[in-house]
């Protein structure tokens, strides 16, 4: 599904490699975690991965289905399957949630030649998946995240995942800001779309996430590399010793 | 006082074989009063404080500088909404084309018939206002409209009229010249709705005065026209009694240059003014909204709010000012003024200005111009909404702030939707 080969990222405003050489398969179907110290990249991987601006790609390559995504835009990106939930996502106001989620479906649907889906059919696509994740009405009709508590943000993520239904989905923190009842929440509704043909790589600090998205494998990321790869077990280690015993342990 | 030279010329220059048009002693007076008003105040030109951010010779040479029309594929406005039409062709009146103008509530009449009767209600209000409007900022380009107009309309509004007017103005002819001069006048509790859409004339001096009589409301709501070359110089004169109401909301695509100026006197105990406009300029585009509001009377409530989406070079302007007058407590003045510019190469000016003399007012006033939000733009791009459109949707969001002032929900997604259509167009 998705294949990082040997990737170097800098900063485009200054001197700064933050990834020095990243390699991560996922397979179809796979659900892997990556968790790292704070500054290890992790966030970084999302966004160049995503193609926010402000990162320079120095090296390397990272395809999602055999098809170069380093060099597309961000909306071809999602187009052929990417989606990345944001840590913090973004409040547009004066964008309506549905009109967003509707433009969004609509255009990918349209870049890959297909037909575009009526405004009823939508809407109960949209009511159905909502429903689910116990996101209200009131919640679809608001701009875009304003106004919208932690929880309801990335509840509406996890919505416009479900909605979209992209190959390879990118969790970047997702944990964060959440309470146990959030979180369960929110990883009931990825556990919902787990499927053969849809991968999941989640981002966290944290292990806790991955007692309720169980990963197959774990990657722990430090200084912009991938230091050590394992089961779901690698999880349990950090969270008993940290991080800095691995990083002994691999220099 | 003496006009400087260089303005006396330009002044001399525009009105040189012009001959002010006839009718009844009141009309003929009012013509000659306005006439001696703008040889006072000489026409604008650049130097004027008033004008620094506008350039007036355009508007102001003799010789109308041509524009093409634009053949728009939009179809017309307002179908779906039960109206009376009344069109205008490069300024003047069409009544081929346009309904019968009896209407429950309203009478309405052309200035050049009126003008011609010796006793005309039109006598209290025609350049009556726009004389009013001259202090203490001179508007020359409106007196000048006032000594020169022939066409126009006198709508007397005595009860609540059932449905809106549509005021349509087509521009056929690259080089039209119009000026026309309507004045409304609304009795006690009375209530009127005025659509206008169209760019009118290669080059158009328009003036509107609105009397808004106690208990009245007044609602208005205008498009501009998209043709590209278009030149405008409008004014809105509004004279409000208590307990009135006054909304405008103008919507701006296209024209070359545009200056759209509203006077508003709030003479009445508890009255409302709302003013707004909302504008998308790209390229060789100027778009100039100057309003002042006046209080004079006690608890009224007065807004301004103005956004402008600029690109490709295109600049904007807002001069606002609120003036609180002694005595005029309880006032709620508000004013905001926002641009978005979508590059480097374009510009706002702003001029917020509030000038108070009572005691016991909230006044408050803001401007802002931006960027797009970047990290907005990158969340659509990720969802995988192309640039453009991911960008116009932002520009929709931005100017909605001010297309939520139009009070009517028809009317208000209409032009929603226009203004949607148009940005779709833009990206082909």
Partial sequence: MLEIKNLHVGLEDEDKQILKGVDLKVGAGEVHAIMGPNGSGKSTLSYVLSGRDGYEVTEGSATLLGEELLDMEPEERAAAGLFLAFQYPVEIPGVGNMTFMRTALNAQRKARGEEEMSAADFLKLVREKAKTLKIDADMLKRPVNVGFSGGEKKRNEVLQMAVLEPKMCILDETDSGLDVDAMKLVSDGVNALRDAGRSFLVITHYQRLLNHIQPDVVHIMSEGRIIKTGGPELALEVEENGYADLRGEVA | MALPQKKLDATEARLEGLSLPGGAAWARAAREAALDRVKAMGLPERRDEYWKYTRPDTLVQAEVPPAATFDSDDGPMYEGIDRLKIVF????????????????????????????????????????????????????????????????????????????????????????????????????????????????????????????????????????????????????????????????????????????????????????????????????????????????????????????????????????????????????????????????????????????????????????????????????????????????????????????????????????????AWLQRRRG
Avoid at chain 2, 357 to 375: K, L, P, R
């Fill in chain 2, 89 to 420: 062709v490069d300024g003047k009146f069409d009544e081929a084309a346009s309904d019968d103008l009896s209407l429950e509530g309203v009478t309405i009449e052309r200035l050049s018939a009126a003008a011609e009767k010796d006793i005309h209600w039109a006598k209290d209000v025609y350049g009556v206002l726009e004389e009013r409007g001259q202090t203490p900022v001179e508007r020359p380009l409106a007196a000048l409209n006032t000594a020169l107009a022939e066409d126009g309309l006198l709508i007397h509004v005595t009860g609540r009229v059932s449905k809106p007017l549509n005021l349509v103005y087509h521009h056929r002819s690259e080089t039209s010249d119009a000026i026309l001069h309507h004045v409304i006048r609304l009795d006690e509790g009375a209530d009127l709705t005025v659509l206008e859409n169209g760019p009118a004339a290669a080059r158009f001096n328009k003036v509107m005065e609105v009397d808004v009589a106690d208990g009245a409301g007044f609602h208005h709501v205008r498009t501009q026209g998209r043709d590209h070359e278009r030149r405008a110089a409008t004014h809105i004169f509004a004279r409000l009694g208590k307990e009135s109401t006054f909304k405008t909301f103008t919507l701006t695509v296209n024209g070359v240059l545009t200056r759209n100026e509203c006077v508003v006197e709030m003479l009445g105990d508890d009255a409302a003014a709302h003013i707004a406009g909302a504008c998308v300029g790209d390229g060789d585009f100027h778009h100039d909204d100057t309003v002042f509001v006046t209080h004079d009377a006690v608890n009224c409530e007065s807004r301004q709010v103005f956004k402008k989406v600029l690109r490709n070079g295109a600049k904007g302007v807002f001069q606002g000012k609120i003036l609180v007058k002694p005595g005029a407590q309880k006032t709620d003045g508000y004013q905001i003024s926002q641009s978005l510019l979508l590059d480097d190469d374009s510009e706002f000016d702003a001029k917020p200005e509030l000038e108070i003399y009572a005691d016991d007012v909230a006044c408050s006033h803001g401007s802002t111009s931006g960027a797009i939000d970047e990290e907005g733009l990158f969340y659509l791009r990720a969802r995988g909404v192309p640039k453009e459109i991911a960008t116009d949707l932002l520009t929709l969001a931005f100017l909605a702030e001010a297309v939520q002032e139009i009070e009517d929900e028809t009317l208000r997604e209409e032009l929603v939707g226009r203004l949607d």
